[in-house]
């Protein structure tokens, strides 16, 4: 339903799973076997596979805290984004990457589920695209000592209200990894 224009394809976007985002994330383990998961059935179904990765002071390019999680292997034909913002689009190459491959739709994984996923995701909404958001494969540290409610409830919340969103030619959407259906 999105409002580009020949932008029938699906993409998987791999977003922050690195050492020092989701090494204390709520349930990291079960998050980021449900993520390899999801990249194996994209592989196997030829949808396109996009990683993005964070830099910024705590997340030194090169650093072990920077580097993509040891259980999860980018394929070196899979396109890299390096991003220093919440939103993936922000300053990034990639819509370019998105564009060359035909997708104008997105299924989003990845950390955190307060941050980046929620500003990738409202950001791939306003620029056309529909966002998938996969329940069970994102998450987020423990951020109760500023204010913030449990990571559990974070998650739940924005599995929620997520599922409703929607805008004119687009749409939103909440699914769990076993129900994730690259075709639409």
Not at 75 to 92: I, M, N, Q, R
């Amino acid at each position: 339903m999105t409002t580009l224009d020949n932008r029938p394809n699906t993409a998987l976007l791999v977003v922050d799973v690195q050492n020092g985002v989701v090494d204390e994330g709520h349930e990291r383990d079960a998050v980021v076997a449900n993520i390899g998961a999801l990249v194996g059935k994209a592989r196997t179904e030829g949808v396109p596979v996009v990683w993005v990765q964070h830099s910024d002071e705590e997340l030194v390019q090169g650093s072990h805290e920077w580097s993509i999680v040891g259980e999860l292997t980018r394929d070196d034909a899979e396109p890299l984004v390096e991003k220093s913002y919440g939103d993936s689009f922000e300053d990034t190459d990639l819509e370019k990457v998105l564009a060359e491959r035909g997708v104008g739709r997105l299924v989003v994984v990845g950390a955190e589920t307060d941050a980046c996923i929620r500003s990738t995701l409202h950001g791939a909404l306003v620029r056309g695209y529909d966002a998938t958001l996969v329940g069970d494969a994102h998450t987020t540290v423990d951020k109760t000592a500023g204010g913030s409610p449990t990571p559990d409830v974070v998650i739940a919340h924005t599995n929620h209200y997520w599922r409703y969103q929607s805008a004119p030619g687009r749409k939103g959407g909440t699914v769990e990894t076993e129900n994730v259906d690259f075709g639409g």
